[in-house]
């Protein structure tokens, strides 16, 4: 199974900072990533797909880039809706597997 | 509205079986593949199986294979997870989700979840 690494694991934030997350992989998958963003209670929100392309609806401050087996989720200026928990996804291999996730938190 | 509906959820023994559904409604559900994937209390996201829209392709995690079931009836659009030889471990809320084609294979949407628990 591909094996999926994030860092850090948690982070404290303002709102308005820059908040990157990174995301690697134990083989490389091109550019089958994706981003999730989980809320406490409610289920994963799909917010990036194919390591950069913004689902439907999500704000433009969040972008994600990379490929291979490293990838970076970028929030240009944190706003307080979006501290949450978020995932990484691989789904180059159909036995899918996550991120442990990152838990970006108020500081 | 899209919507993904689990149901199914609940306290099972050590050992017993639980059998999950998840309703699909506002998309052609016949022509999606599909998955379920559960979260621990406090833990993070692992997926469980995914079943092709024909139920031709059929994968299982290996925490739970031999002992879950994935199938779908299209004509009911929907979801089905059979649960056998149940652990502690195996409780958790589990989500279906729909695997998105145009998506490069995110998940999306998710149903609101279903908590299974097990203990004596």
């Known amino acids: 199974d591909i094996q999926m690494t994030q860092s850090p694991s948690s982070l404290s934030a303002s709102v308005g900072d820059r908040v990157t997350i990174t995301c690697r992989t134990s083989q490389s998958i091109s550019s089958y990533l994706n981003w999730y963003q989980q809320k406490p209670g409610k289920a994963p929100k799909l917010l990036i797909f194919a390591a950069s392309t913004l689902q439907s609806g999500v704000p433009s401050r969040f972008s994600g880039s990379g490929s291979g087996t490293d990838f970076t989720l970028t929030i240009s200026s944190l706003q307080p809706e979006d501290f949450a928990t978020y995932y990484c996804?691989?789904?180059?291999?159909?036995?899918?597997?996550f991120g442990p996730g990152t838990k970006v938190d108020i500081k | 509205e899209v919507q993904l509906v689990e149901s199914g959820g609940g306290l099972v023994q050590p050992g017993g079986s639980l059998r999950l559904s998840c309703a699909a409604s506002g998309f052609t559900f016949s022509i999606y593949n599909m998955n379920w994937v559960r979260q621990a209390p406090g833990k993070g996201l692992e997926w469980v199986s995914h079943i092709s829209s024909s139920s031709s392709a059929i994968y299982y995690a290996d925490s739970v294979k031999g002992r879950f079931t994935i199938s779908r009836d299209n004509a009911k659009n929907s979801l089905y997870l059979q649960m056998n030889s149940l652990r502690a471990e195996d409780t958790a809320v589990y989500y279906c989700?729909?695997?998105?084609?145009?998506?490069?294979?995110?998940?999306?949407?998710w149903g609101q979840g279903t908590l299974v628990t097990v203990s004596s």
């Open positions: 989700a729909s695997y998105c084609v145009s998506c490069f294979g995110g998940f999306d949407p």
């Open positions: 996804q691989q789904s180059y291999s159909t036995r899918f597997t």
